[in-house]
């Protein structure tokens, strides 16, 4: 993520620890986009769970793999909606009862989501519930706040 903008893209180690660095900057871009925080928090959550399937569930042990996110803004005429695709290049392993807890938290926190694998990996595609639109001329993202706004901020909740 380069500056404010409509779009999101990071691609990282399918490592547990690539998790958190993953999560403060896709929240750090929601914030960017004035995300109401409810819905910023349901983003997160699903997004992450996502990732972590593919972390945990995707690559045998001790087979290096990646996982890659991208998320857009979309805008339309009454509303703002987030599209994140989480993509991973392992093999799929069927949850056999059907979603497991996390599987069924992104589908909680999302407006639509959509799996599909094969051989070449899976691929998550994940809507989340429409937003309203901001005020002022245009959808335009918040320019972030320097450091030391940021700091004062988290102190003052």
């Known amino acids: 993520m380069t500056g404010?903008?409509?779009?999101?893209?990071?691609?990282?180690?399918?490592?547990?620890?690539?998790?958190?660095?993953?999560?403060?900057?896709?929240?750090?871009?929601?914030?960017?986009?004035?995300?109401?925080?409810?819905?910023?928090?349901?983003?997160?959550?699903?997004?992450?769970?996502?990732?972590?399937n593919a972390v945990d569930h995707a690559y045998a042990a001790g087979v290096p793999g990646e996982v890659e996110?991208?998320?857009?803004?979309?805008?339309?005429?009454?509303?703002?909606?987030?599209?994140?695709?989480?993509?991973?290049?392992?093999r799929w392993r069927d949850p056999g009862d059907g979603p497991g807890y996390g599987l069924r938290a992104v589908h909680e926190c999302m407006d639509q989501v959509r799996i599909r694998h094969d051989g070449g990996g899976t691929v998550v595609?994940?809507?989340?519930?429409?937003?309203?639109?901001?005020?002022?001329?245009?959808?335009?993202?918040?320019?972030e706040p320097a450091d030391e706004d940021r700091v004062t901020r988290l102190r003052a909740h």
């Open 4 to 52: 404010p903008t409509g779009y999101y893209r990071i691609r990282f180690a399918a490592d547990p620890v690539q998790l958190i660095f993953f999560r403060g900057g896709l929240n750090a871009w929601l914030e960017q986009l004035r995300w109401p925080e409810a819905d910023r928090v349901d983003v997160v959550l699903a997004v992450s769970e996502a990732c972590t």
């Open 69 to 90: 996110v991208v998320g857009r803004l979309v805008v339309g005429a009454c509303e703002r909606r987030i599209v994140v695709v989480v993509r991973d290049e392992g």
């Open 125 to 143: 595609t994940m809507t989340s519930r429409p937003v309203p639109l901001l005020d002022g001329v245009a959808d335009e993202p918040a320019v």
